[in-house]
Nanobody, 115 residues
């Protein structure tokens, strides 16, 4: 069974920073892509950033230049460094892992940015 453990969410003032972590454990096929999504109240879940096993990254336009995604392949862990946070970044952030056969989601971690 695969488990994704997320950490690092919380409450921060606008302009502040947070770092999210997501560690994957268990038995799974080779991980291809690891990423972060977020869902604000009343909105659809959206991609924030993703990184391939080769290190290629993809960001949503509204986080480019502020967020940085990285991963530790040896530890099956993905990180999201979030700087210059804005109130509109407030959401539940979900880790997603795409393996060769299945996709896995974390339980979500709340990020709240106060103005």
């Amino acid at each position: 069974q695969v488990q994704l453990v997320e950490s690092g969410g919380g409450l921060v003032q606008a302009g502040g920073s947070l770092r999210l972590s997501c560690a994957a454990s268990g038995s799974f096929f080779t991980i291809n892509v690891m990423g972060w999504y977020r869902q604000a109240p009343g909105k659809q879940r959206e991609l924030v950033a993703a990184v391939t096993s080769g290190g290629s990254t993809n960001y949503a336009d509204n986080v480019k230049g502020r967020f940085t995604i990285s991963r530790d392949n040896a530890k099956n862990t993905v990180f999201l460094q979030m700087n210059s946070l804005k109130p509109e970044d407030t959401a539940v952030y979900y880790c997603k892992v795409v393996s060769l056969k299945y996709d896995y989601w974390g339980q979500g971690t709340q990020v709240t940015v106060s103005s």
